[in-house]
């Protein structure tokens, strides 16, 4: 939406041939009409929104300004996003025209989800984790908090700083209604850092519906049990991978459903 080529691999994720490395590859982003260039997304939900008609909730969500300039600058997914990380810290005011840019027409595409029917919405920072404490509030925090903030009047907002769980504290005193958390953080050090001011989802690890389902069945009890059933949603710690039986992922939330019974 914004003119960069984006190519989806089987095996290999997402791959941006043609990178960000400079000013004029930045200035050259589209950042206007995002809700027409997009628009395929608005009539999935809301062809969506009218089959559901009302039963369950309909969550809308984006990639995180950091997370989407760690694919723009780096080309494709990696353990170390160092090229991105080398981009931020060798041309800093550029980065955060970028992540600036990025932000503004997250707010668009959003807002956009709401009018075509999303109930709610839910912003992925998946890398988010490979950065410092320092380094997430100059590169992710203000850009997620901005999200938040421009949201908050329409629908609750999840934010989701995989990986970064030393943020929790910060990000419960902003205006998000709910973190997303993913598994290697337990439920009574998340309570802990955020108290009461926010409702906490996750964190089951999705690998683990892998497992056996007496055994997937036991540990999303003891999920649930450490978080407790106030401001929590029961959910995975991220996405869910694609070789999980269906079986085990109707365990997953059949196990939430009976639980307290």
Request: charged share 25%; hydrophobic share 45%.
């Amino acid at each position: 939406a914004m003119g960069m080529k984006v190519l989806l691999e089987e095996g290999r994720g997402p791959l941006l041939p043609d990178v960000i490395k400079n000013a004029a590859d930045v200035d050259n982003l589209i950042t206007d009409d995002v809700e027409e260039r997009l628009n395929y997304v608005m009539k999935a939900l809301e062809m969506t929104s009218k089959a559901l008609d009302g039963r369950v909730p309909l969550i809308g969500f984006a990639g995180a300004p950091w997370t989407l300039l760690c694919y723009m600058v780096e080309g494709k997914g990696s353990k170390t996003f160092d090229k991105a990380k080398q981009f931020c810290f060798t041309q800093n005011e550029l980065a955060h025209k970028l992540l600036q840019k990025i932000t503004d027409v997250t707010i668009k595409y959003l807002k956009a989800q709401v009018k075509a029917g999303a109930n709610m919405l839910q912003v992925f920072d998946s890398w988010s984790g490979m950065l410092s404490p320092a380094d997430f509030k100059t590169y992710a925090q203000p850009y997620l908090v901005q999200i938040a903030d421009a949201l908050k009047d329409d629908v609750p907002v999840i934010l989701f700083p995989k990986g970064s769980w030393y943020a929790l504290k910060d990000l419960s005193y902003t205006s998000a209604a709910g973190l997303g958390l993913d598994w290697t953080v337990t439920p009574q050090l998340a309570r802990e850092l955020t108290g009461d001011r926010v409702t906490l989802q996750g964190n089951f690890d999705p690998s683990k519906l892998l497992a056996p389902i007496p055994q997937i069945k036991k540990e999303v009890k003891e999920m649930i049990d450490g978080f407790g059933v106030n401001r929590y949603i029961a959910n995975l710690g991220h996405g869910i991978l694609p070789n999980i039986p269906v079986d085990h992922a109707k365990a997953f939330v059949e196990a939430v459903k009976e639980y307290g019974q």
